[in-house]
């Protein structure tokens, strides 16, 4: 490996560290600050690397009906309770499709930057590798969702939006990582074909780099 390439690996590596904890920052950001509007608070899960969200007042309504000595049968039965699940639930829905739909947003951005002003052919400038970057930030969440399907664990914080649309499965999972797949395909063609299997490489090493300084360090510190 030559100097120049060297450099690029490096860079492309640095790259994608960067973006994969910043963008980890901004989404998670995001749907601490939606919990906090609806009354949750976040709970970081360090073995997940993601934050889990309780509500204080919802919770209480839970333990008032468990006072009333019913059965567990009985209880899912009553009224208060079905109505104070699908509160939670909805409430829950909106907080993770608050950083889905930032991501998306960032990834649609990234894509128009990484198009900007050239062609498969022609040669990226900098604003077009970070155009790349960041259109590849939704890959955090097949890396997730790969692990999930991979172990056969029933977490997953998407399943309150899958719930709320009515999906009681985890085809939902299964789709959407296809789906990721294809687009993280195309978006790699796009860059020209002499640096597609540096870029490939550098974003694994960079991009897992990323994700496992957000699980293991970064994402504890910003914890509210």
């Not at 490996?1 to 994608?16: C, D, E, P, Q, R």
């Not at 919770?59 to 059965?71: A, H, I, K, P, T």
Request: aromatic content about 14%; glycine content about 10%; proline content about 1%.
């Amino acid at each position: 490996m030559n100097k120049a390439h060297l450099s690029l690996t490096l860079l492309l590596i640095v790259g994608f560290i960067l973006t994969s904890t910043v963008g980890s920052i901004a989404i998670e950001g995001t749907r601490i600050l939606t919990g906090k509007y609806l009354g949750y608070e976040a709970g970081y899960i360090k073995g997940f690397g993601t934050y889990l969200f309780g509500s204080e007042q919802i919770g209480q309504g839970f333990d008032e009906l468990r006072e009333s000595g019913l059965e567990w049968d009985e209880l899912q039965k009553m009224e208060e309770w079905q109505l104070l699940r699908k509160k939670n639930q909805d409430n829950q829905a909106i907080i993770e499709a608050s950083g889905i739909l930032l991501t998306a947003i960032l990834t649609i951005l990234g894509i128009l930057l990484l198009k900007t002003g050239r062609t498969k052919t022609t040669e990226m400038k900098l604003f077009n590798w970070v155009g790349f970057f960041v259109s590849l930030i939704f890959v955090r969440y097949l890396v997730r969702h790969s692990f999930t399907i991979y172990s056969g664990s029933l977490f997953c914080q998407e399943m309150s939006i899958f719930k709320t649309l009515g999906f009681t499965s985890f085809l939902p999972i299964y789709i959407l990582v296809s789906i990721g797949i294809i687009v993280a395909i195309w978006i790699v063609f796009q860059i020209p074909k002499k640096h597609r299997w540096l870029a490939v490489m550098s974003g694994m090493i960079g991009g897992l780099a990323g994700l496992i300084l957000w699980w293991k360090f970064i994402g504890s510190i910003f914890e509210l």
